[in-house]
């Protein structure tokens, strides 16, 4: 089946250390999105993808870095910069066409990364 | 993109139509009205999605008043399984994913 697969599920890390989050889908999709949710809020975008080689801020990229070498994969680390990483962590992808009508908008999410900083 | 405005939270029987309201009155002419749902500590689900005209799919129905500026997701038989948070989204089509999610409807489904 196709889908999206986040590791690990849970983390933990001590203040000062990197940590780098998986993120593979298999839906051929061109378009990947990192996005951080704090208890009992909305999403907030970090970084995003709209091809390899290629990605753009979010809304709050700062302590962040991500990279795009293969299409399925677009791993986040969340670096010692970042001042409140404990957090859960989401990525998503769409096709990204953009085509009014395309339903570009339609993300499919992976289950999400549980960051603990102790 | 426009901003929604939603209940915090709501009840519905198990077994009835649970109506999720959403306001949306500065929505635009080319954007699109998004609905998904967050069961608790996973991903959010794609529910539907519409323009102008009412959508229906196997998971729910979606009414779009004429004005566009408020919409109401329907979830015809609502199950445990259905308790969720619903978020409504306004966003252009192509505008790069970045849909914001705000603080959504929590519906309780009740035996």
């Known amino acids: 089946d196709g889908g999206i697969t986040q590791s690990p599920k849970y983390l933990f890390r001590k203040e000062g250390q990197n940590v780098t989050l998986s993120c593979e889908q298999n839906?051929?999709?061109?378009?990947m999105y990192w996005y951080r949710q704090d208890p009992g809020q909305g999403l907030r975008l970090i970084y995003y993808s709209q091809i390899v080689n290629d990605f753009q801020k979010g809304d709050i990229a700062e302590g962040y870095s991500v990279s795009r070498e293969k299409k399925e994969s677009f791993p986040l680390t969340v670096t010692s910069a970042q001042k409140n990483p404990t957090a859960f962590y989401l990525c998503a992808s769409n096709d990204g066409t953009g085509r009014i009508g395309s339903g570009a908008n339609v993300l499919t999410f992976g289950a999400g990364s549980r960051l603990t900083v102790l | 993109d426009a901003k929604t405005t939603q209940p915090p939270s709501m009840d519905c029987a198990e077994g009835r139509a649970a109506n999720l309201p959403c306001n949306h009155s500065t929505i635009s002419g080319n954007e699109y009205v998004y609905w998904y749902r967050q069961i608790h500590s996973q991903g959010p689900q794609y529910i539907i999605h519409?323009?102008?005209n009412n959508e229906t799919n196997e998971m729910a129905s979606l009414i779009i008043t004429e004005d566009r500026k408020s919409s109401t997701l329907i979830l015809p038989h609502a199950t445990l399984r259905d308790t969720a948070v619903y978020y409504c989204i306004v966003s252009r089509s192509g505008n790069t994913g970045k849909l914001i999610f705000g603080q959504g409807t929590t519906l309780q489904v009740k035996p």
């Open positions: 519409g323009l102008k």
């Open positions: 839906l051929n999709h061109d378009a």
